[in-house]
């Protein structure tokens, strides 16, 4: 038999059950040393586990209550012994709180303002677009200075083999020992100056100046391009959505953010955030 139910309980075995009847008091399905242990905790364990799949029968009630007990003889013990006055728990605790709620929050914001069919299709047409209709085959040696990169095409203009320039200076891990070798990959794959440049060149040729991009300085060839299909809608169409929600609470985060009054210690409004 397997249960799935929240981290709190799941965590506290051991290694007998025995039967266990709700106790007398009223809202309570035991007590452990006097203290009820609450029908609700209960009923919200049940619950999820039956979300999940899970039966409640009497042998699985059992399971769920005999945990609960597990669980409040430990908690009970944790607060004899003064943990729960430790200032790092106690900050652990507020931290613990305010996640779960922030978290509860914005499932239900996400469940109350869902995205349309119609928003997901246009995000499809969009990623089509940055897709293109063409992969390609390509090698770099990524340098770290101007001057460097220019040395490398020099000694490519001399007769110079780029997947052994590759190997001895590029400072790409990924792609170094490899010769510098890229694979196969879209546009949309890499950032946009390096792209560019890719797609402005003739099969077998490289950059006659280095490309700039965030990570130095690049000398690109191109071995070879490929027509390409895009994928089907219904196989990108979750990642799409997911990344239409969290623009969605990125935005909402942003009108929070304006109408909110936040100063930092030392005075001065808060960065806005990026």
């Known amino acids: 038999m397997k249960l799935t139910t929240s981290a709190l309980i799941a965590?506290?075995?051991?290694?007998?059950?025995?039967?266990?009847?709700?106790?007398?008091a009223s809202g309570?399905?035991?007590?452990?040393?006097?203290?009820?242990?609450?029908?609700?905790?209960?009923?919200?364990?049940?619950?999820?586990?039956?979300?999940?799949?899970?039966?409640?029968?009497?042998?699985?009630?059992?399971?769920?209550?005999?945990?609960?007990i597990g669980s409040e003889l430990v908690y009970q013990e944790a607060q004899r012994t003064g943990l729960d006055k430790q200032p790092d728990y106690?900050?652990?605790?507020?931290?613990?709180?305010?996640?779960?709620?922030?978290?509860?929050?914005?499932?239900?914001?996400?469940?109350?303002?869902?995205?349309?069919?119609?928003d997901t299709k246009?995000?499809?047409?969009?990623?089509?677009?940055?897709?293109?209709?063409?992969?390609?085959?390509?090698?770099?040696?990524?340098?770290?200075?101007?001057?460097?990169?220019?040395?490398?095409?020099?000694?490519?203009?001399?007769?110079?083999?780029?997947?052994?320039?590759?190997?001895?200076?590029?400072?790409?891990?990924?792609?170094?020992?490899?010769?510098?070798?890229?694979?196969?990959?879209?546009?949309?794959?890499?950032?946009?100056?390096?792209?560019?440049a890719v797609s402005k060149l003739q099969k077998g040729k490289y950059t006659p100046t280095p490309v700039q991009t965030q990570f130095g300085w690049h000398v690109i060839k191109l071995e070879d391009t490929r027509t390409t299909q895009p994928p089907a809608y219904d196989d990108v169409k979750e990642g799409l959505q997911k990344q239409l929600q969290q623009r969605n609470l990125e935005k909402l985060l942003t009108e929070l953010r304006s109408k909110a009054k936040i100063e930092t210690p030392s005075g001065t409004p808060a960065p806005a955030a990026k």
């Open 11 to 24: 965590t506290v075995a051991f290694g007998f059950m025995q039967p266990v009847y709700a106790a007398g």
């Open 28 to 68: 309570s399905i035991a007590t452990v040393n006097g203290k009820p242990i609450k029908q609700s905790l209960y009923d919200f364990i049940a619950k999820d586990a039956t979300t999940r799949g899970q039966t409640i029968d009497d042998n699985v009630k059992n399971v769920i209550i005999n945990k609960l």
């Open 90 to 118: 106690i900050a652990k605790e507020e931290l613990t709180r305010r996640e779960l709620l922030v978290n509860t929050f914005l499932q239900d914001y996400i469940k109350k303002h869902p995205v349309s069919e119609a």
């Open 122 to 196: 246009l995000a499809y047409e969009k990623y089509k677009q940055e897709l293109g209709d063409k992969e390609y085959s390509a090698r770099h040696i990524l340098v770290p200075t101007e001057a460097e990169a220019k040395d490398v095409i020099a000694q490519l203009g001399k007769g110079g083999d780029f997947a052994k320039l590759a190997k001895e200076k590029s400072k790409d891990p990924g792609s170094q020992e490899k010769g510098g070798d890229l694979g196969w990959f879209a546009p949309a794959g890499m950032v946009k100056p390096f792209s560019d």
